[in-house]
């Protein structure tokens, strides 16, 4: 079992900069991949970035590429969401999710952090 925990949301004007964050427990934090992702109202939960367990291996959605960094501290448990730019269309609840080395499909899902950007 692993639990997540997100943190660091807020409002914030467009153009500005958030860093999110979001703290494991409960296993061997580096036997998991952690993904970032969002949902914003009235629309589906999308993918926002990934990083591998080891943190050699990153990936973004593209309307997030260049603006926003996934990094982790596996000695802290803890992986963060660096959010340069924001645009309003970035608003949205901000999900933190794990999935096991080997795996496709996240496994453990935090509660969210909502980040507001206003125009």
């Known amino acids: 079992q692993v639990q997540l925990v997100e943190s660091g949301g807020g409002l914030v004007q467009a153009g500005g900069s958030l860093r999110l964050s979001c703290a494991a427990s409960g296993s061997i934090f580096s036997n998991y991949g952690m993904g970032w992702f969002r949902q914003a109202p009235g629309k589906e939960r999308e993918f926002v970035a990934f990083i591998s367990w080891s943190g050699d291996f990153t990936n973004y959605a593209d309307s997030v590429k260049g603006r926003f960094t996934i990094s982790r501290d596996n000695a802290k448990n803890m992986v963060y969401l660096r959010m340069n730019s924001l645009k309003p269309e970035d608003t949205a609840v901000y999900y933190c999710?794990?999935?096991?080395?080997?795996?496709?499909?996240?496994?453990?899902w935090g509660q969210g952090t909502q980040v507001t950007v206003s125009s």
């Open positions: 999710a794990a999935r096991r080395r080997g795996t496709n499909e996240y496994q453990y």
